[in-house]
Each structure stands twice: as structure tokens, then as C-alpha cells.
């Protein structure tokens, strides 16, 4: 059974910087898409980021402030979040799933695997 578990969230001031991880375990997901999605109370969930082994995608909310990577060697992507907003307000999930591809149009319901999700605050 595939689990993932994140980290990395935390309180921090708009302009800051914070970087997530995701780790995974019990499969290899070195071909797999992984998708970031965040919650936030009284809005739906949002596709943030996505990787796969061909491309990566982004949410036009976060483009130029957010940058997603991947160390398969470690099993782990990455969320780096620069810029951070008060809108970027939101409990953040990692998923996963075995696409070639990826984009953060697919539905949530789409990825297979969810992590437990980590908050993220961003406030003065």
C-alpha cells in the first residue's frame, strides 16, 4: 500500500517562504504523477502543482512563486513556496497517482492516494 506523508507546513508572513515535502513509501513512484491540492475552509479544493516523469503543471494562481521538483532517489517531491499570500491560506495534500502525464485541471477524485495533509497560515 502506497503512503505519503507531508511536511513542512507552518505560520508564516505574507512575502515568506516555505517548502513542503512528500514522502513515499510502500511503491516506487518514480513514474507516477504526484499532485499538490489545498483546501481551504469555504472554497473547493484546488489543484496547486503536479509532476509526473514528463512534465510538471501549475495552478495560474501560483505560477512564478511556486516551484514543484522531484528526488526519486529519496522518494520525495517538493513543494517550494516563495511569495507566500494570505490567500495561500489552506491545508495542503500530496497525491498520488500511476499517469504518465499530469495536469492540475484533473479532478482531486482522480488521484488514488492521499497524504494527511499539512497547514500551511500565511498571516501577519
Known amino acids: 500500500q502506497l503512503q505519503l506523508v507531508e511536511s513542512g507546513g507552518g505560520l508564516v508572513q505574507p512575502g515568506g517562504s516555505l517548502r513542503l515535502s512528500c514522502v513515499a513509501s510502500g511503491y516506487s513512484v518514480d513514474y507516477w504523477a504526484i499532485g499538490w491540492f489545498r483546501e481551504a475552509p469555504g472554497k473547493e479544493t484546488e489543484g496547486v502543482s503536479c509532476i509526473s516523469s514528463t512534465n510538471t503543471d501549475y495552478a495560474d494562481s501560483v505560477k512564478g512563486r511556486f516551484t514543484i521538483s522531484r528526488d526519486n532517489a529519496k522518494q520525495t517531491v517538493y513543494l517550494q513556496m516563495n511569495n507566500l499570500k494570505p490567500e495561500d491560506t489552506a491545508v495542503y495534500y500530496c497525491?498520488?497517482?500511476?499517469?504518465?502525464?499530469?495536469?492540475?485541471?484533473?479532478?482531486?477524485?482522480?488521484?488514488?492516494?492521499w497524504g494527511r495533509g499539512t497547514q500551511v497560515t500565511v498571516s501577519s
Open positions: 497525491t498520488a497517482v500511476r499517469w504518465r502525464t499530469c495536469s492540475v485541471e484533473s479532478d482531486s477524485n482522480d488521484y488514488d492516494y
